[in-house]
């Protein structure tokens, strides 16, 4: 009788198992699209949820789409025409696109997508090429105060957060956001190759995006933009004497026309991911900060950031 109960046991769990693993599993399929070529930041954080949602079961497979160009505002488009009331389908965003649709005045926004939830936020790194003339911040600034029209510098769309971190740098100096040689790229990858290529003179984005160049001596880091060191030894423009702190939110955005249970099915999907111990290990490894939010305070979060960021790229002449 012993026996039998401990094999009836084995075969009852054994028969929970797969119920077991469906109950867990959020979805069996999501799209995910990344308004950026791929090698960038979006890019980068929307792969890191796949590894980590598949490692642990929460989603069977995906699907993703990058469509590049003007900080997000030539593949926004796409994603509210082609997935409109799609509750498995997610799209990676951030502040760099709250300032491209100010700068390029398009009529299609976040306001046109569903916000699901704040992930991550990260400080952005001055670079130049390993073999540059500047030797450390003070040469580069010496040299973008004479003339910024000869000192070019490549990084994401423009008015995103890597022009905006240029044009207050400027400002700072005296100079005017309008006088920057800013070269816009359509993702981390293109720029990354730009600097290395000696395309362009320095380099600005995400640290994350630069951090391999950096550690191989490829490139060399002049300063970070947040209010604390992000890597060792490179000091942060507000250490440097220039009052400037500024990071890059991403996150997630469901269609446009879901209903509240698939948006409520979408949050808690993100929930769970990151409550997972792969996720906190992911974001240290990616040198990521944790910036989770979801509901109606990542609606006001979003609301305050689009206020600030027009305040910001006015000050300083991008938009008018």
Known sequence: MTQRRTLLAAGAALGLA???AAAQQRFASMYVFIPAGPGGGWDGLGRAMEQVARGAGLVGSFQFENVGGAGGTVGLPRF????????DALMVGGAVMVGAVL????PVGLKDVTPVARMTTEAGVIVVPANSEFQNLQGFLDALKANPGAVS?????????DHITLGLMLKALGRQAREASYVAFAGGGPAQAAILGAQVKAGISGVSEFAEQIRAGRMRALATTGDTRSLDGVPT????????????WRGLFGAPGISAAQRQALTDFVTALHALPAWRDLLNTRGWDDAF????????????????????????????
């Open 18 to 20: 797969p119920r077991l």
């Open 80 to 87: 509210v025409a082609q997935r409109r009331g799609r509750g």
């Open 293 to 320: 939010l979801t509901g109606q305070p990542f609606e006001e979060f979003l609301a305050r950031d689009q206020r600030e960021t027009e305040a910001v790229l006015r000050d300083i002449g991008l938009v008018t």
């Open 153 to 161: 510098v490549g990084g994401g769309s423009a008015g995103g957060i």
């Open 237 to 248: 423009l507000k250490e440097s004497g220039m009052d400037i702190v500024i990071g890059n």
């Open 103 to 106: 700068t390029n005045r398009t």
